[in-house]
């Protein structure tokens, strides 16, 4: 049975990027230009704020103030769950080194970048999480410094509880500057801040393309589409609760797709009749995002199996992935294209957004299908090294003369040819591309 579309989706996730891309272009090249000046002039215009860029030890002291005691308890309990599992990430990653073949050793060691640039949201909602999830993880993997930049609200400043998040998270410097401008300074090492390495966070479309245009000259954590969520359903599933988790991820954005796919015709119908109720008793902002997707993004499938289920959710190869059905050691070994995956009723796309302890950066429009999420992995380059006895080179050096010759790379050779020529001068090497 082919897959049927019960809701199909009106439009599609990628945007209109042509407009986008023209004045990030032009911001960028301004600030490469002029730096500071040129930072400082965009953070007026756009970010509407006076105040202090660089929150001082005051500053922070102040926004500290401003939280409520359960609300700190609530963002150490999460920075603790991101901190652990990151701590175990990085223990995955060690330092090795093997003799390849007797005298000739080579290894790998796993470096931290030095400097990293953490992108905090705080346009629509304001993302605590996000500070949590960034700078923890850039903390365990060992960066040198790490940089927060998140948009000013007009008359406070950096939303105290982000302040605060970021702070206990391990961040070094806290910047009340947003958009591409903000990502340019941490990029350009500008504002008295240390040149970013690699910059991550999510962020809206403007954010999203500066990263990208600078990623080259900065690392980046990836290329970020609107925030997308699928659902993998069977019979045994509770309508409510699906429909209640497709609503929360929806409220992202207008333009967020969420997707279910199910083997049951009747939980689809139960669940397509359930979701408008559900929307509509959001508050208005929320309910406003939550309908234009649902309207415009959403699709409901219908599948014959789970295998087939399988297969469709490979395809759209989705940011989060739920699966609401029996028999879940099946799906975590048959599954292969997600961001984050949640198994069973139990954990929802919610938990690990905020406080379960996976990070909540994830790939979208589908580059699920090469690559994973934020991890201290990230902040980590693996980088190789060799050394070797003279015998240990001899061969090495006479397969590199012969390879290096038959590319027509007579530099090359000659490097080889040198060492075997110093190292061995009573022996004799055919060292001719045909030997």
Partial sequence: ?????????????VSD?????????????????????????????????????????????????????KLKDDIQFAHDNVRRFAEQQRATVSDIQYEIVPGLI?????????????????GRYRHIASAVMTVTTAKVAGCRHI??????????GVSPAIAYAAQISGADKIMAIGGVQAIAAMAFGLLDQPRSNILVGPGN?????AKRSLYGRVGIDMIAGPTDSLILADRNADPFIVATDLVSQAEHGYNSP??????????????????????????????????AAWRDYAEVIICSDREAMAATSDEYAPEHLTVQADDLDWWLDRL????????????????????????????????????????????????????????????????????????GMEGHARAADVRLAKYFPDETFDLTANG
């Fill in 1 to 13: 049975m082919p897959r049927e579309y019960l809701k199909k989706a009106k439009l599609t996730s």
């Fill in 17 to 69: 990027a042509g407009e986008v891309r023209e004045t990030v272009s032009n911001i960028i090249a301004d600030i490469s230009e002029n730096g500071d000046a040129a930072v400082l002039k965009y953070a007026k215009k756009f970010d509407n704020y006076d105040g202090n860029i660089l929150l001082t030890p005051d500053d922070l002291a102040e926004a500290a103030a401003k939280v409520p005691q």
């Fill in 106 to 122: 080579a290894g790998q060691k796993a470096i931290p970048v030095d400097a990293a640039g953490c992108y905090v949201p705080a």
């Fill in 147 to 156: 940089t927060v930049c998140s948009p000013p609200q007009p008359g406070e």
């Fill in 205 to 209: 479309q403007f954010v999203a393309e």
């Fill in 258 to 291: 969420v997707w279910l796919v199910t083997d049951d015709r009747k939980l689809a119908e139960t669940v397509l009749e359930t979701v408008p109720r559900l929307i509509d008793d959001l508050p208005e902002l929320n309910r406003e995002n939550a309908a």
């Fill in 336 to 407: 292969t294209c997600y961001g984050s995956l949640f198994l069973g009723e139990e954990t929802t796309v919610s938990y690990g957004d905020k406080a379960s302890g996976t990070n909540h950066v994830l790939p979208t429009s589908r580059a699920a299908t090469y690559t994973g999420g934020l991890s201290v992995h990230k902040y980590m380059k693996i980088v190789t090294w060799q050394r070797a006895t003279r015998e240990g080179s001899k061969s090495v050096a006479e397969a590199t003369a012969r390879i290096s010759r038959l590319e």
